[in-house]
């Protein structure tokens, strides 16, 4: 029985240290590193989409489930850098993102401040905060798309 927390201990550790090494993923080829960031890419736009109507006033306002939808955002929006590495060029990034590398991560840092921003705003359970800084995020993901996306 004395040996149960720290068995505890260790499987904690074991999952925690897997999913931090999600975030630094190698992959076999480039096409499997395309695919992920646009799959993570996929599921952000997913999730920011389904608050549009409760920030345009067309749905109701549920505090609890904004929030719950910002957390999946949150976890989400780590997810795609790991697939721009050296040598995953190609899909729908243009070659700025790898030529302008420094720029990238300006767009990526405040996208980052951004989604705390609304997460804050989540929190907070304010609809005035939450349409401000959803407009915020939304402007960080247009910006770094005019700059480093394909236009479709």
Not at 41 to 53: E, K, N, V
Request: with cysteine.
């Amino acid at each position: 029985m004395k040996q149960f927390p720290l068995l505890a201990a260790a499987a904690c550790f074991s999952v925690m240290s897997l999913w931090s090494t999600a975030s630094q993923a190698q992959f076999a080829k480039p096409a499997d590193a395309i695919k992920y960031r646009q799959s993570a890419l996929t599921l952000m736009a997913s999730h920011f989409g389904r608050m549009q109507p409760v920030v345009k006033g067309q749905a109701p306002y549920d505090a609890a489930q904004i929030k719950a939808n910002v957390q999946i955002l949150a976890t989400l929006s780590e997810l795609p850098w790991a697939g721009f590495g050296p040598g995953t060029e190609g899909g729908d990034a243009l070659p700025e993102v790898w030529s302008d590398a420094a720029g990238f991560k300006q767009k990526q840092d405040r996208f980052k401040e951004n989604m705390a921003k609304l997460s804050a705003a989540a929190d907070s359970g304010d609809l005035g905060q939450l349409r401000a800084a959803f407009g915020d995020v939304g402007a960080s993901c247009k910006a770094c798309h005019d700059s480093y996306r394909k236009k479709k």
